[in-house]
């Protein structure tokens, strides 16, 4: 297992920031690509980053777009999603995962495994 855990979220107002980080425990980690996804109430998991095992390769759903950078530090065994212009539509729960392939095959969150335990954010207007 790669278990992975996540913190940096928070309650912010519109407009702010947010760095979210997503730390794993086993070194096999820097062999995959890695993706943040989210979870609003009673909505379904949306994929909304990931990035390949060495890093040169980014996605991003539209919706996230110029907002979102994910990023890793593979020495860390750490990704991390930096949010700017935060809008209260970004809150849920932000999750990270591994998908078990050094490239990316998209955001869907079927491919993923590994699922951390989440951590909130929560934006007002």
């Known amino acids: 297992q790669v278990p992975l855990v996540e913190s940096g979220g928070g309650s912010v107002q519109a407009g702010g920031s947010l760095r979210l980080s997503c730390a794993a425990s086993?070194?096999?980690?820097?062999?995959?690509?890695m993706g943040w996804f989210r979870q609003a109430p009673g909505k379904e998991r949306e994929g909304v980053a990931a990035?390949?095992?060495?890093?040169?390769?980014?996605t991003y759903s539209d919706s996230v777009k110029g907002r979102f950078t994910i990023s890793r530090d593979n020495a860390a065994k750490t990704i991390y999603l930096q949010i700017v212009s935060l809008k209260p539509e970004d809150t849920a729960m932000y999750y990270c995962?591994?998908?078990?392939?050094?490239?990316?095959?998209?955001?869907?969150?079927?491919?993923?495994?590994?699922w951390g335990q989440g951590t909130q954010v929560t934006v007002s207007s």
């Open positions: 990035i390949s095992s060495s890093g040169s390769t980014t």
């Open positions: 995962a591994v998908y078990r392939a050094s490239y990316c095959r998209g955001l869907s969150s079927s491919d993923y495994e590994y």
């Open positions: 086993e070194y096999m980690y820097r062999y995959y690509c």
